[in-house]
């Protein structure tokens, strides 16, 4: 039983009220580590440890602060195998996911924003009439806090504090009290490569006492935050007494609309992974799919027997295409949108069972699940679930596809197959989407921006609309 600890001015700590969580292997639903119960007295402590180590931090070159974020991928790197297999047991994904997606994406996040901050250059404009030079100088913000979500753990935490500290900021972290594993391990990491004291602080605990504490913090300057819409909310509405900055990657449900005309087995096979990647539990997962009636039963048909040779089981085991949700309440959550599925305005095509695989009985096993929809104001087509669902609907033409796609709440990403250049280009100007993917899905550059419109959030991370966020520009007007 690994009990972790808190990471403050560069120790590790145990919580105030000497509290423990218990930590859940979802494969087997067996408690397997402890982390801290922290309450709004680890939070103060770690942004006391933050404000002290700003002004030496602010003030050192932006080569010394790269050269600690090359250490840190270096060490990750080195350890990238027991990190996957870390966020395989904690959030129970496929290792073979972890190892190609999670703790490579961790490792280019910070080697991506220590080379990034050499491009990231002040403005000047001459005023030749009145004599006068402007100067517009990005100056770092204080301490800020970083809340990254359960489903990508240390990919999404180092997305959020490399920014932060290239650009001169201390950062106050908050994991997801479900995956503290590969973040209690980067503190670990972090004493490795000798980072200054109080530059990262990492407080484990829920959301409710360690998040809010976060939020509310008079000397927290900013807040970047991944996770549930309503949960955002909160957030907004707690912060804008203090005028904080604000950025929220927040839900999504995602559109994939599919052209008659497109590479048809591309795809049907970038649906099925679009659809269940990650068990479903990735923000930019296509949970709708929109296809042209003439082409609609047979991509029926395809899908399901694509999601039939999908292997739930062990996330250890290499055969696994999908492994278990990240918790019993996740679970069950997701599950009742299948078990009142028709009550709910769809039909079960397939899948929509537990499952129990063997040495795992007790794991949060589910069978992928296709259901079809006629109306898209019924819930399953409203509503973020969040896991390895998806729901099928006809159209008739392009515009009644735009007009389907826009008729969420939601608006983080959307996908569109087709060969036709003027329909790929058309459509996506009218989609109302963060993201626009044209016969790909999941492509990921980190130098665009990244996020949603509508209930999906506010702001934008990634490239260097990051390094502008966790940064104030500031005029300094000289006349000579």
């Known amino acids: 039983m690994q009990v972790l600890k808190n990471y403050i001015n560069g120790e590790l700590l145990d919580p105030g ?18 982390l801290p119960n922290s309450d709004s007295n680890d939070v103060h402590a770690a942004v006391q440890a933050a404000r002290q180590a700003f002004p030496a931090w602010s003030r050192s070159s932006t080569e010394e602060r790269s050269g600690y974020l090359f250490k840190l991928a270096r060490l990750i790197e080195e350890h990238a195998d027991e990190l996957a297999r870390l966020e395989s047991i904690d959030n129970g994904k496929p290792l073979s996911l972890a190892r190609s997606v999670d703790i490579p994406r961790a490792i280019k996040n910070f080697h991506f924003f220590a080379q990034a901050i050499a491009m990231f250059s002040s403005e000047t404009h001459e005023n030749i009439a009145q004599s006068a030079v402007n100067m517009v100088l990005r100056e770092p913000l204080g301490v800020v806090a970083c809340i990254s979500p ?64 976060l939020v509310e913090h008079r000397d927290i300057k900013a807040i970047s935050f991944t996770g549930g819409t309503s949960t ?54 296509g949970s709708r799919f929109f296809i042209a009636d003439s082409m609609y039963d047979k991509f029926k048909y395809d899908f399901i027997e694509r999601t039939r040779a999908l292997t739930v089981g062990d996330p250890l085991d290499a055969k696994s295409d999908i492994g278990a949700l990240v918790s019993r309440e996740h679970l069950q959550k997701v599950y009742y949108y299948i078990k009142h599925a028709d009550e709910l305005g769809g039909k079960i095509l397939f899948g929509g069972k537990r499952l129990h695989p063997k040495g795992h009985e007790d794991g949060n096993f589910l069978q992928p699940t296709i259901i079809e929809v006629n109306d898209n ?53 009218n989609l109302q989407a963060g993201t626009v993917w044209v016969n790909t899905w999941m492509l990921r550059d980190p130098r665009v921006p990244f996020g949603g419109v509508k209930a999906s959030g506010v702001g934008r991370e990634g490239g260097l609309e990051a390094l502008r966020f966790f940064t104030e520009p500031k005029n300094v007007c000289i006349q000579y």
């Not at 990508?152 to 972290?173: D, E, F, H």
């Not at 995956?179 to 490795?192: H, Q, V």
């Not at 957030?235 to 604000?246: D, E, P, S, V, Y």
């Open 377 to 429: 104001q019924c819930p399953l087509n409203q509503e973020e679930i969040f896991g390895p669902v998806v729901t099928l609907c006809r159209f008739a033409s392009e515009a009644e596809a735009v007009a389907l796609a826009n008729d969420v709440r939601y608006g983080l990403s959307a996908s569109i197959w087709t060969r036709d250049v003027n329909r790929a280009l058309r459509v996506s100007k």
């Open 17 to 34: 009220s000497q509290q423990w969580l218990d930590n859940y292997n979802p494969a087997t639903g067996q408690v397997y580590s402890q």
């Open 150 to 213: 359960w489903n990508l753990p240390l990919y999404l935490l180092t997305w959020k504090i490399a920014p932060a500290l290239i650009t001169g900021n201390c950062v106050v972290a908050k994991p997801s009290e479900i995956t503290p594993m590969t973040a209690y391990r980067l503190s670990e990491l972090c004493i490795e490569a000798g980072l200054p004291k109080g530059v990262l602080n990492i407080v484990h605990g829920e959301g409710n006492t360690v998040g809010q504490a």
């Open 232 to 285: 955002g909310a909160d957030i907004a509405t707690r912060a804008a007494g203090q005028f904080k900055k604000l950025s929220l990657e927040l839900g999504g449900k995602n559109p994939n609309i599919i052209f008659p005309d497109c590479d048809y087995e591309k795809a049907l096979d970038t649906a099925v992974n679009a659809a269940f990647k990650n068990q479903g539990q990735i923000c930019l997962c």
